[in-house]
């Protein structure tokens, strides 16, 4: 198989190892890796002369690589806040920026908890002591969070348990391996954890989760990298997101 996902967390701020100049390298959100290794797979069947490189991290520290100079084509992130940060540092071109896919911010529990949770609320009780999110200094799931918790006050209860993520799917495994009593994490994650996590609510947000994407500046395949932002708004390209949860934005 010639996709190649990379996992951001093993090379930080250097980028993907082994692209090369041909490839076209796409960096995206994690709560993006399932969906966007699909859509890499069928972007490629399509134009078999390029060689689609998946990097996936939380979107900031996606942002501190593509700033730092490390190869990238494609920017996806996974909210707004990380975007605009990525036209202040004139990191993408604003003239493509687009969003592309829209999610939940949800509630989640192990399969065999042993605290009964059903909304956030209920982390308030004294039996709740560890509740996973991602930092909201640099994982956009945990920003959403924050501002969530925030708007119904429960904010200083439920930091004072918190467990910082590094991206929503270390969350993710923190609550699947029962190493918390709950996290929070978008809809997506959550799915592909089904058989050992429960949704125990969906939580509200003060403002839309929505995905933009953008082609990197100075790109050296903006031309690729516009067709490849293309191929996901397509018919197919949202198809296939909504096959893992994402609706339209």
């Known amino acids: ?23 076209l390298v796409v960096s995206a959100a994690s709560s993006l890796t399932d969906a966007f ?12 002369e390029t ?15 593509i700033s730092s100079g490390a190869p990238a084509d494609v920017f996806a992130s996974a909210d707004q806040s990380a975007m605009d940060k990525a036209v202040a540092a004139g990191a993408i071109d604003p003239a493509t920026r687009q969003d592309f896919a829209s999610n939940r911010l949800v509630l989640v529990v192990p399969k065999d908890g042993r605290v009964h949770v059903t909304g956030p609320a209920d982390l308030e009780d004294p039996k709740v002591t560890r509740v996973a999110y991602g930092d909201p200094a640099s994982v956009p799931v945990g920003r959403y969070t924050k501002a ?14 918190g467990v910082l993520a590094q991206n929503v799917r270390q969350g993710l495994d923190y609550v699947a391996r029962g190493e918390v009593d709950a996290g929070f994490v978008f809809a997506t994650d959550a799915a592909i954890m089904k058989d050992r996590v429960d949704v ?13 994407i953008a082609v990197v500046a ?14 996901v708004q397509s018919a197919d390209g949202r198809a296939i997101l909504a096959g893992f949860g994402f609706r339209a934005p």
């Open 148 to 161: 969530a918790l925030e708007r119904q006050g429960l904010w200083g209860v439920i930091s004072a348990k």
């Open 200 to 212: 125990a609510a969906v939580v509200a947000t003060p403002t839309p989760i929505t995905y933009p």
């Open 51 to 65: 060689r689609v490189v998946l990097n996936f991290a939380a979107s900031d520290v996606l942002l501190r690589q």
């Open 1 to 23: 198989m010639r996709l190649r996902p990379f996992v951001a967390a093993l090379f930080f701020l250097a980028g993907p190892a082994g692209a090369a100049a041909a490839d």
């Open 37 to 48: 290794q699909a859509v890499g797979k069928a972007y490629e069947a399509r134009h078999p």
């Open 218 to 231: 100075g790109s050296k395949q903006a031309r690729e990298a516009a067709r490849f932002e293309a191929f």
